[in-house]
């Protein structure tokens, strides 16, 4: 319930927002050749005619899963058209309102008059593969560079992983981007062979087929990596040092228990919950936060389209991808929580 309250939250916000800002969409679509009569036209047939508040309730019906319509009077704002809504009839509230079960309906882009579902459900599996890629070498390499940080606290190798990880929180990834794209790609291209833009599916020179590119994935997730990284080898490191300085430890010496078996077997797991939720928030950030870097690389993802709608005043793209997004990141949450149960059974007795 409190996942649902937030996703409410965010609705509002976001279609408040967007729909006070300037611009005509009715014009946005037909462009400069555009008539009064034909912008009525437009204007009516998505709804812009009618209150914000009746446009609100209107897109809330669309999004809920479960939603009323009408099913007869086709000049109905909530009739149930099978063009738009792919729904299947639960029951009906009065001779002419209908309960349906039904994807929810995110309307189409003004530009493209393509589903904003279908520029979602193809775009965002690339964002997604480079999130992942990029939290995993963060997760990684910042719990190993951590853990070998606390074991050699104090040494030259500890000081300079908080050197990097000061530098890295505080490097903003649209500069980074531009600063690794130039090095790698324009400075070192010869030796590296990376290109600054590119896709993870290119089409050959002679148009004859598509080819996998994982070396377009590397610049952008190394990019979006860096910050994650540099905060995973900090909370490692500290929390690493807190439960070597633990009770239970100081036994499993006592106890004549190699080093490295009290590393792995007690202090690793016990140090990992701090760990996963910056993992697990950092991944859900990079989901949104792909924006900028994936338009400096060219990566076709959810980020490259979400600035191109900017540009077009694209609403209904804008809305859907930053809903996605939220979505997102309420089941990651919700993951979380379950894992931290798995983790520490104290969390699992304390909410029985």
Same mark, same amino acid.
């Given at each position: 319930m ?15 927002l ?12 037909l ?7 034909t912008?009525?036209s ?12 009746m ?10 899963p479960? =939603? ?12 149930l ?13 009065s =001779?002419n309102?209908?309960i ?5 309906y ?11 579902s ?16 990029s ?28 050197l ?5 929180? =505080? ?10 794209g130039?090095i790698?790609?324009?400075?070192l291209g010869?030796?590296t ?28 997730a ?10 995973i ?11 070597l ?20 077997k ?12 910056a993992? =697990? ?15 400096i ?20 793209v804008?809305?859907?991808s ?12 919700t ?18």
């Open positions: 409190y996942a649902l309250l937030i996703l409410w939250g965010v609705i509002t916000v976001i279609f408040f967007f729909n006070i800002l300037p611009g005509d969409p009715a014009k946005m679509m462009g400069q050749r555009s008539d009064i009569s912008i009525e437009i204007k009516k047939e998505l709804g812009l005619d009618k209150s914000k508040g446009q609100y309730l209107k897109y809330l019906n669309d999004l809920s479960i =939603s009323v319509h009408n099913e007869i009077n086709t000049n109905s704002y909530f009739y058209n099978t063009n738009k809504y792919q729904a299947k009839k639960l029951f009906h509230i =001779s309102k209908v349906v079960l039904k994807k929810p995110l309307r189409r882009s003004y530009q493209s008059k393509k589903l904003v279908e520029i979602i459900s193809e775009t965002l599996p690339n964002t997604f593969i480079l999130a992942l890629v939290i995993m070498f963060a997760a990684i390499l910042g719990i190993f560079l951590g853990i070998i940080a606390a074991i050699k606290k104090d040494s030259l190798f500890d000081r300079s992983s908080l990097f990880s000061a530098f890295g929180m =505080s490097l903003p990834s649209f500069f980074a981007a531009i600063l690794i130039w790698f790609a324009f400075v010869d030796i062979g990376l290109n600054l833009t590119g896709n993870l599916y290119e089409i050959d020179d002679l148009g004859e087929g598509i080819h996998l590119q994982l070396k377009n994935l590397i610049l952008p190394f990019t979006l990596g860096i910050r994650p990284l540099a905060i080898i900090q909370l490692s490191r500290n929390s690493m040092l807190d439960v300085s633990q009770d239970y430890i100081r036994t499993a010496k006592a106890k004549g228990l190699s080093f490295s078996h009290i590393i792995w007690h202090a690793l797991k016990n140090s990992l919950n701090p760990v996963i939720t993992v =697990s928030g950092w991944f859900a950030s990079l989901m949104a936060g792909v924006v900028f870097v994936e338009y690389f060219g990566w076709k993802g959810l980020g490259y389209v979400i600035v191109d709608s900017l540009n077009k005043y694209d609403f209904p804008i809305i859907g930053v809903l996605t997004i939220s979505v997102i990141f309420i089941i990651i949450n993951l979380v929580d379950i894992l931290y149960g798995v983790l520490d059974p104290r969390i699992r007795l304390s909410s029985i």
